[in-house]
């Protein structure tokens, strides 16, 4: 697949996986749900690894390595994001991805060295500007609201910014993986597992009882996040990450937005409004000037 190919499949698929979170919430503890996807998610990456012949063996070394990129971007991150979903709607959380970019871009300049480039801030910055626009009168609505608004708004924005956080760090730990040689779908069915015993072992630690839902939304929701949602677009974002790095992969966090209002639209009835569509527009316009391939010497 090309990389136009990789970003629009992570964008299609994730866009929707907000919405299906939402199924996910109830009497299953979030964290015992995310340890059930990701530990799903990795048994099918070793089976079609073990069905290709691809060695599943690696150094002790290399499996602390990805226990640390997999806790990060798997397990804690994904923790933050279903208790973020408990106290705001999936929109707002979604939005708050808009920063991956510029903080890839700052943690790449940090502890990478790499430059930061003006078409890369300006795109970045104009993207999660339209975001801003597309949400202002969501924002409104909060600034606006009761005292029950605020007091749900207050932890669902921590848990969103610590999503966010881990969710960065994890793909500058990928990246510094890919610059060890340490990739693919092996690589990934052992972080994915390490995240999903992450995140099972938090659950036990806070008590959580380790329940299962078998109602048909929980576990279609359950496969969907943990085929789709996890094994078609990390793959998909990993190996997009190797090829463009993580800022500018990361951009993928600005576009899901977008796309979950189309699909709010279609699904939820969600109302347009002239500063969605003007924030949808300059987004769009961001995410060009980001993947754009600047004019003149050729990027490999």
């Not at 099918?44 to 012949?53: E, M, Q, S, V, Y």
């Not at 104009?126 to 949400?135: D, K, R």
Request: hydrophobic share 55%; net charge positive.
């Amino acid at each position: 697949m090309n990389n136009l190919s990789l970003f629009l499949t992570c964008v299609a698929i994730w866009s929707t996986t907000w919405l299906a979170i939402t199924f996910q919430l109830g009497t299953v503890a979030p964290e015992a749900s995310v340890g059930y996807r990701f530990l799903i998610a990795a048994l099918l990456i070793a089976a079609w690894c073990r069905l290709r012949g691809l060695p599943l063996t690696l150094t002790p070394r290399q499996h602390g390595a990805l226990a640390l990129m997999g806790v990060a971007m798997y397990g804690v991150s994904y923790v933050f994001v279903y208790h973020a979903e408990r106290f705001l709607v999936s929109g707002l959380v979604a939005v708050g991805y808009s920063a991956g970019p510029l903080l890839a871009m700052f943690g790449m300049r940090l502890f990478f060295g790499q430059p930061i480039t003006a078409r890369m801030t300006a795109g970045s910055l104009m993207g999660i500007a339209g975001i801003v626009l597309v949400f202002w009168p969501e924002f409104g609505r909060l600034g606006a609201g009761t005292n029950s608004d605020a007091a749900n708004a207050a932890p669902g924005a921590l848990f969103t910014l610590l999503a966010v956080l881990l969710s960065m760090t994890g793909g500058l730990l990928a990246h510094r993986n890919h610059t060890r040689r340490l990739s693919g779908l092996p690589t990934m069915a052992w972080s994915m597992g390490y995240g999903g015993l992450a995140a099972l072992a938090i659950a036990l630690a806070l008590g959580r009882p380790l329940a299962f839902d078998g109602s048909p939304g929980y576990v279609l929701s359950l496969l969907y996040l943990a085929v789709l949602g996890s094994v078609v677009t990390f793959a998909a974002w990993l190996k997009l990450l190797e090829r463009i790095g993580p800022a500018r992969a990361s951009y993928v966090g600005v576009m899901v937005p977008i796309v979950a209002l189309i699909v709010s639209t279609l699904f939820e009835g969600l109302a347009w409004s002239l500063l969605m569509a003007l924030g949808m527009a300059i987004s769009v316009g961001g995410n060009v000037l980001v993947l754009g391939r600047p004019s003149g010497k050729a990027r490999p």
